[in-house]
DNA sequence: CTTTGCACCTGTTGGC
DNA sequence: TGCCAACAGGTGCAAA
């Protein structure tokens, strides 16, 4: 579910409620998701939040004594809850705050992480190769000529990639290669210099909307406090499949992509036929 | 090394 | 109504 826009409205909401709070207990239903899940339940109690950080998708919630580090995959989400309301389904872990509220991980799929890490965080397995914030300084158009202009695969899946860019999803690729008019198949190594600039601000202008809006909440997305993002009432072709495209009138496509599924204008996004890559002809 | 395909899970949706 | 295939916001690893 959640891309860098969701990531960032949970942690904007938890680090205005979870700050300075003590967790009193942590019940942990679970043994693994995607990876094992370490004694949560034995490591948290009476650690008090200091701070609530997001590295692309990952939600960090810190600790002076260490880090609980967590991902969302497809459909986990937070929610927080009263004392007395019975465990649901997919509900993995519980942490009790003072006032008996209690803050639950939830994941039906189990594509998500838990994990617990102890030291700096940007040493973790995980971020090592981790791709520059998009709404950094750090993403260029140099930045992303570098990393991608000698590429030979499609820009879209690479968009996907989180080791080019952090926290780019299904849903903000399309939108962001739209905005770009850049066509999803297009090659990395075909794309000028002109559509990296255009690319990079049309990342930044779609992420930082984005999460004005809350995110975007197609199927279950809601924030901790069970807001619903706005955002994709603003998608220009996500979803939107032979409806009209909102600046030339074409209706929208579908394309399959690595088994991912990208929407584009074909009117608005074109794709140079074949021995038409933008080289010099005569 | 780079690039692609698939597996990992469960719930929902749409066609027959 | 019921059944079942297809699909869903992600990622890691095996294979080509």
Redesign the pocket.
């Known amino acids: ?3 860098l826009p ?1 990531v960032e409205t949970i942690r904007r909401y938890l680090a205005t409620h979870l700050v300075g709070q003590t967790i009193c207990r942590a019940l942990l239903y679970t043994k ?1 998701l ?2 094992p899940i370490p004694a949560l339940n034995r490591i948290l109690p009476h650690l008090a939040v200091s701070d609530v950080r997001r590295l ?3 939600l960090l919630i810190c600790f002076d004594q260490g880090t609980l580090i967590m ?5 986990g989400r937070l929610y927080w809850t009263p004392n007395n309301v019975k465990r649901s ?2 509900d993995h872990l519980d942490m009790v705050l003072s006032d008996n509220s209690r803050l639950r991980y939830n994941d ?4 998500g ?1 838990l994990l617990w890490h102890v030291g700096a965080i940007n040493q973790h397995s ?1 971020f090592a ?1 981790l791709g520059p914030e998009p709404l950094s300084q750090q993403l260029s158009s140099c930045y992303l000529y570098g990393f991608a202009s ?5 820009i879209k ?2 968009l ?4 080019f860019i ?8 399309s939108e962001i290669l739209f905005r770009a008019r850049i066509h999803p198949a297009r090659l ?2 075909n794309i000028a210099d002109s559509e990296w600039v255009l690319l990079v601000s049309a990342i930044k202008q779609v992420l930082k909307t984005a999460i004005q809006a809350g ?7 809601v924030s901790v406090n069970g807001q619903l ?1 706005a ?2 009432s603003q998608h220009a072709v ?2 939107r499949t032979s409806q009209p495209c909102i600046i030339c009138g074409s209706p929208i496509q ?1 394309l ?6 990208s929407f584009y204008c074909p009117g608005c996004q074109i794709l140079p036929s074949a021995g038409c890559t933008g080289q010099a002809r005569h």
Do not use: C, W
């Open positions: 579910m959640p891309e969701e693994a995607r990876r692309g998708k990952y991902h969302f995959g497809m459909s389904k997919h039906p799929r189990r594509f992480v995980l190769k000698a590429k030979k695969t499609a899946p690479l996907l990639n989180q080791d952090a926290g780019i999803g299904n849903i903000y690729a990395a190594n995110g975007s909440s197609i199927k279950d997305f993002g955002f994709q996500y979803a579908a399959l992509q690595r088994q991912r599924i």
